[in-house]
């Protein structure tokens, strides 16, 4: 019994039995390992949210480098007689873009859908039959009383067009929004990265870039493909470079306070990782053997049970015929 404890000791310099060891200080002991685990638990949890984080901002980097492209696009469109669907084809895969970046997956849960991670956040409105593209082509047949694509868009005036721009923002920027773009929730997720602090790891797709780009993008995919005048597509133009620029801006602030909270995290880590060290030293402290004295020890009971053996064999040829003989 004595050697097997030893030889627990000898493996994981620790005592084998702490109670015994420690009596009335077992409390102590049992409190900093409590603490380690729970130190070790934020850490994991940190580096999921890391993983999260950076995601994260390759999502929107791609979406900002898309809203660049989109903005030359655009600019070049508006001062040259080009065919108008060359550039509603770059609207168009823009929007594909942000269907594919706002419903990122990972680790079975979607990073831009705000707590609600298992639905899809983001609507396809290239899918005629999905929500926002429903609501949208609704909006101008109510607005002109024709689709985009009948003859008589030909006759829509700059002021028109503009007044219809005005009228569905709030489809985009208002509360129409939420059910038919978007599935995600304003709340982002908040992770406790140390005993004391919490932080937003997450990026809601609701947030105003998101929706600015959107709403540049759609006015163009869904409209450049019909009759519309000149005039009525030049207007769509101004509007939607006004608001790409102001998408551009959301997200490149959006990927600085990202960062921010990447840096929390990483401090965050270096903190916990030298708390756990504190107590995982106190914990050696307490429980801790030496290495040279417990490996003594078990040399020893093995030379005293090797003895043991050997007494016991000699005893076994023991005879009453070899004593007489």
Known sequence: SDLAQATKEMGSLRVADTGLALGARTSISVSLHREVDRLKGITDSNELAATRLKTTQVGLQQLTDAADKLLSDYATALSDTADPTIVQQQAAKTLALMSS??????NGENIFAGINTDVTPFNDFLDTSSPNRVAFDTAF????GFDPADPAAADITTAQMDSFLVSIEPQFLGAGWQGTWSQATDQQIT????LT?????SVSANIPGFRKLALAAATVAATFDGSLSPEARAAVLEHSIKIIGEAVSDLSNQQGYTGIVEQRLSKANE???MQVDLFSNSIRDLEGVDEFEAAARVTSLKTQLEVSYSLTASMQKLSLLNYLS
């Open 101 to 106: 970046v706002l419903n990122s997956n990972l």
């Open 271 to 273: 903190r916990l990782s």
């Open 141 to 144: 047949a109510s607005h002109f």
């Open 197 to 201: 602090e919490t932080a937003q790891t």
């Open 191 to 194: 992770s406790r990265i140390t």
